[in-house]
T-cell receptor, first 116, second 120 residues
Protein backbone atom coordinates (compact mmCIF):
# COMPACT_ATOMS: atom_id res chain seq x y z
CA UNK A 1 0.00 0.00 0.00
CA UNK A 2 1.09 3.51 -0.72
CA UNK A 3 1.91 5.77 2.20
CA UNK A 4 2.74 9.46 2.39
CA UNK A 5 4.75 10.88 5.30
CA UNK A 6 5.10 14.48 6.33
CA UNK A 7 7.55 14.59 9.21
CA UNK A 8 7.03 18.26 10.12
CA UNK A 9 3.71 18.80 11.93
CA UNK A 10 4.42 22.54 12.19
CA UNK A 11 6.72 25.01 10.49
CA UNK A 12 7.12 28.76 10.72
CA UNK A 13 8.87 31.28 8.52
CA UNK A 14 9.46 34.99 8.52
CA UNK A 15 7.51 36.92 5.94
CA UNK A 16 9.46 37.28 2.66
CA UNK A 17 11.75 34.40 3.57
CA UNK A 18 11.91 30.93 2.04
CA UNK A 19 10.64 27.74 3.63
CA UNK A 20 10.78 24.09 2.59
CA UNK A 21 8.19 21.51 3.57
CA UNK A 22 9.18 17.85 3.47
CA UNK A 23 7.30 14.87 2.09
CA UNK A 24 8.32 11.29 1.53
CA UNK A 25 6.26 8.47 0.10
CA UNK A 26 6.42 4.78 -0.36
CA UNK A 27 5.32 3.04 -3.53
CA UNK A 28 6.32 0.19 -5.80
CA UNK A 29 4.88 1.91 -8.85
CA UNK A 30 7.00 3.70 -11.43
CA UNK A 31 4.33 6.01 -12.82
CA UNK A 32 2.38 8.22 -10.47
CA UNK A 33 1.44 11.79 -9.60
CA UNK A 34 2.41 13.86 -6.60
CA UNK A 35 0.57 16.92 -5.39
CA UNK A 36 0.78 19.61 -2.79
CA UNK A 37 -2.54 20.95 -1.55
CA UNK A 38 -3.07 23.93 0.71
CA UNK A 39 -5.89 24.12 3.25
CA UNK A 40 -6.32 27.61 4.76
CA UNK A 41 -8.56 28.25 7.78
CA UNK A 42 -11.52 28.36 5.40
CA UNK A 43 -10.93 24.59 5.05
CA UNK A 44 -11.08 24.57 1.23
CA UNK A 45 -8.42 22.34 -0.35
CA UNK A 46 -6.49 24.29 -2.96
CA UNK A 47 -4.12 22.65 -5.45
CA UNK A 48 -0.71 24.29 -5.17
CA UNK A 49 1.46 22.24 -7.49
CA UNK A 50 1.58 18.90 -9.30
CA UNK A 51 4.41 16.66 -10.45
CA UNK A 52 4.33 13.70 -12.80
CA UNK A 53 6.81 11.02 -11.78
CA UNK A 54 8.02 10.44 -15.33
CA UNK A 55 9.13 14.05 -15.63
CA UNK A 56 12.64 14.75 -14.43
CA UNK A 57 12.15 18.49 -14.37
CA UNK A 58 10.87 19.87 -11.09
CA UNK A 59 7.49 21.59 -11.30
CA UNK A 60 7.27 25.31 -10.61
CA UNK A 61 4.29 27.59 -10.05
CA UNK A 62 5.31 31.19 -9.39
CA UNK A 63 6.70 31.26 -5.82
CA UNK A 64 6.13 27.54 -5.34
CA UNK A 65 8.54 24.89 -6.54
CA UNK A 66 9.25 21.29 -5.74
CA UNK A 67 12.36 19.20 -5.31
CA UNK A 68 11.40 15.79 -6.66
CA UNK A 69 13.88 13.03 -5.91
CA UNK A 70 12.36 9.88 -7.40
CA UNK A 71 15.03 7.46 -6.23
CA UNK A 72 14.78 8.77 -2.69
CA UNK A 73 10.97 8.99 -2.93
CA UNK A 74 11.08 12.54 -1.72
CA UNK A 75 8.87 15.44 -2.80
CA UNK A 76 9.54 18.68 -0.92
CA UNK A 77 7.78 22.00 -1.46
CA UNK A 78 9.70 25.27 -1.45
CA UNK A 79 7.85 28.50 -0.90
CA UNK A 80 9.84 31.58 -1.81
CA UNK A 81 9.11 35.13 -0.66
CA UNK A 82 6.59 33.85 1.90
CA UNK A 83 3.44 35.90 2.26
CA UNK A 84 0.88 36.12 5.05
CA UNK A 85 -1.66 34.48 2.78
CA UNK A 86 0.52 31.38 2.59
CA UNK A 87 -0.38 30.49 6.18
CA UNK A 88 -2.28 27.20 6.01
CA UNK A 89 -2.10 23.45 6.40
CA UNK A 90 -0.15 21.90 3.55
CA UNK A 91 -0.86 18.34 2.48
CA UNK A 92 1.31 16.22 0.26
CA UNK A 93 -0.65 13.68 -1.80
CA UNK A 94 0.08 10.72 -4.04
CA UNK A 95 -1.92 9.16 -6.84
CA UNK A 96 -1.07 6.24 -9.04
CA UNK A 97 -1.09 7.03 -12.76
CA UNK A 98 -3.69 4.51 -13.67
CA UNK A 99 -7.05 4.95 -15.29
CA UNK A 100 -9.69 3.53 -13.04
CA UNK A 101 -7.78 4.13 -9.82
CA UNK A 102 -7.82 7.78 -8.94
CA UNK A 103 -7.51 7.46 -5.20
CA UNK A 104 -5.54 10.25 -3.56
CA UNK A 105 -3.47 9.29 -0.54
CA UNK A 106 -2.70 12.23 1.72
CA UNK A 107 0.03 12.85 4.25
CA UNK A 108 -0.80 14.07 7.74
CA UNK A 109 -0.10 17.69 6.89
CA UNK A 110 2.23 20.49 7.94
CA UNK A 111 0.86 23.63 9.53
CA UNK A 112 2.72 26.63 8.17
CA UNK A 113 2.78 29.87 10.14
CA UNK A 114 4.02 33.11 8.59
CA UNK A 115 5.62 35.52 11.03
CA UNK A 116 5.07 39.18 10.08
CA UNK B 1 -12.63 27.10 -14.22
CA UNK B 2 -13.08 23.76 -12.42
CA UNK B 3 -15.20 25.07 -9.56
CA UNK B 4 -16.76 22.63 -7.13
CA UNK B 5 -19.56 23.83 -4.87
CA UNK B 6 -20.59 22.04 -1.69
CA UNK B 7 -23.72 22.71 0.33
CA UNK B 8 -24.40 23.20 3.16
CA UNK B 9 -21.21 24.53 4.65
CA UNK B 10 -22.31 23.85 8.22
CA UNK B 11 -25.12 21.78 9.65
CA UNK B 12 -26.14 21.00 13.20
CA UNK B 13 -28.80 18.41 13.86
CA UNK B 14 -30.13 16.05 16.46
CA UNK B 15 -28.97 12.49 16.82
CA UNK B 16 -31.01 10.08 14.72
CA UNK B 17 -31.76 12.43 11.86
CA UNK B 18 -30.47 12.08 8.31
CA UNK B 19 -28.39 14.77 6.68
CA UNK B 20 -27.85 15.30 2.96
CA UNK B 21 -24.76 17.05 1.59
CA UNK B 22 -24.61 18.18 -2.03
CA UNK B 23 -21.56 18.45 -4.24
CA UNK B 24 -21.85 20.22 -7.58
CA UNK B 25 -19.43 20.83 -10.40
CA UNK B 26 -20.37 24.31 -11.60
CA UNK B 27 -18.56 24.68 -14.89
CA UNK B 28 -17.70 21.17 -15.97
CA UNK B 29 -19.12 17.68 -16.13
CA UNK B 30 -17.94 15.28 -13.49
CA UNK B 31 -18.51 11.62 -14.21
CA UNK B 32 -16.66 10.84 -11.01
CA UNK B 33 -16.68 12.62 -7.67
CA UNK B 34 -14.96 11.73 -4.44
CA UNK B 35 -16.09 12.01 -0.84
CA UNK B 36 -13.59 12.53 1.97
CA UNK B 37 -13.84 12.79 5.71
CA UNK B 38 -11.47 14.85 7.83
CA UNK B 39 -11.25 14.67 11.61
CA UNK B 40 -9.87 17.67 13.53
CA UNK B 41 -6.18 18.20 12.93
CA UNK B 42 -5.99 15.11 10.77
CA UNK B 43 -5.64 14.34 7.11
CA UNK B 44 -8.32 13.59 4.54
CA UNK B 45 -9.49 10.02 4.29
CA UNK B 46 -11.28 8.86 1.15
CA UNK B 47 -14.69 7.45 1.97
CA UNK B 48 -16.01 6.59 -1.45
CA UNK B 49 -15.81 7.22 -5.15
CA UNK B 50 -19.07 8.36 -6.68
CA UNK B 51 -19.74 7.34 -10.28
CA UNK B 52 -22.47 8.94 -12.36
CA UNK B 53 -25.18 6.47 -13.22
CA UNK B 54 -23.75 3.60 -11.20
CA UNK B 55 -23.09 2.50 -7.66
CA UNK B 56 -20.46 4.19 -5.57
CA UNK B 57 -17.27 2.41 -4.64
CA UNK B 58 -16.67 2.51 -0.90
CA UNK B 59 -13.36 2.28 0.88
CA UNK B 60 -12.76 -0.50 3.34
CA UNK B 61 -14.37 0.19 6.68
CA UNK B 62 -16.93 2.69 5.40
CA UNK B 63 -20.53 1.63 6.00
CA UNK B 64 -22.50 1.74 2.78
CA UNK B 65 -25.84 1.86 4.56
CA UNK B 66 -24.71 4.69 6.81
CA UNK B 67 -23.26 6.88 4.07
CA UNK B 68 -25.53 6.78 1.04
CA UNK B 69 -24.12 8.25 -2.15
CA UNK B 70 -26.16 9.19 -5.19
CA UNK B 71 -24.64 10.54 -8.39
CA UNK B 72 -27.69 11.07 -10.55
CA UNK B 73 -26.31 13.64 -12.95
CA UNK B 74 -23.01 14.74 -14.42
CA UNK B 75 -22.87 17.76 -12.14
CA UNK B 76 -24.31 16.56 -8.83
CA UNK B 77 -23.39 13.97 -6.23
CA UNK B 78 -25.03 13.73 -2.83
CA UNK B 79 -23.88 12.14 0.41
CA UNK B 80 -26.58 11.28 2.93
CA UNK B 81 -25.54 10.45 6.46
CA UNK B 82 -28.39 8.29 7.68
CA UNK B 83 -29.48 8.12 11.32
CA UNK B 84 -26.57 10.34 12.26
CA UNK B 85 -24.96 10.01 15.68
CA UNK B 86 -22.38 12.14 17.49
CA UNK B 87 -19.53 9.95 16.24
CA UNK B 88 -20.48 10.95 12.69
CA UNK B 89 -19.61 14.55 13.49
CA UNK B 90 -16.78 15.54 11.19
CA UNK B 91 -15.75 17.66 8.24
CA UNK B 92 -16.85 16.17 4.92
CA UNK B 93 -15.25 17.29 1.66
CA UNK B 94 -16.07 16.37 -1.91
CA UNK B 95 -13.90 16.66 -4.98
CA UNK B 96 -14.21 16.25 -8.72
CA UNK B 97 -12.06 16.51 -11.75
CA UNK B 98 -12.79 17.83 -15.22
CA UNK B 99 -12.47 14.81 -17.47
CA UNK B 100 -14.30 16.32 -20.42
CA UNK B 101 -17.08 13.82 -19.87
CA UNK B 102 -14.81 10.79 -19.89
CA UNK B 103 -15.11 8.11 -17.25
CA UNK B 104 -11.44 8.23 -16.29
CA UNK B 105 -8.96 11.04 -16.19
CA UNK B 106 -5.57 12.00 -14.94
CA UNK B 107 -6.65 15.58 -14.31
CA UNK B 108 -6.16 16.81 -10.73
CA UNK B 109 -9.05 16.80 -8.32
CA UNK B 110 -10.66 20.10 -7.34
CA UNK B 111 -12.27 20.32 -3.95
CA UNK B 112 -15.43 21.85 -2.57
CA UNK B 113 -15.40 24.07 0.50
CA UNK B 114 -16.43 21.23 2.78
CA UNK B 115 -19.31 20.66 5.17
CA UNK B 116 -18.93 20.76 8.93
CA UNK B 117 -21.40 18.30 10.40
CA UNK B 118 -22.21 18.46 14.10
CA UNK B 119 -24.55 15.90 15.62
CA UNK B 120 -25.95 16.74 19.05
Amino acid sequence: AQTVTQSQPEMSVQEAETVTLSCTYDTSESDYYLFWYKQPPSRQMILVIRQEAYKQQNATENRFSVNFQKAAKSFSLKISDSQLGDAAMYFCAYRIMNFGNEKLTFGTGTRLTIIP
Amino acid sequence: GAVVSQHPSWVICKSGTSVKIECRSLDFQATTMFWYRQFPKQSLMLMATSNEGSKATYEQGVEKDKFLINHASLTLSTLTVTSAHPEDSSFYICSARDAGGARFSNQPQHFGDGTRLSIL
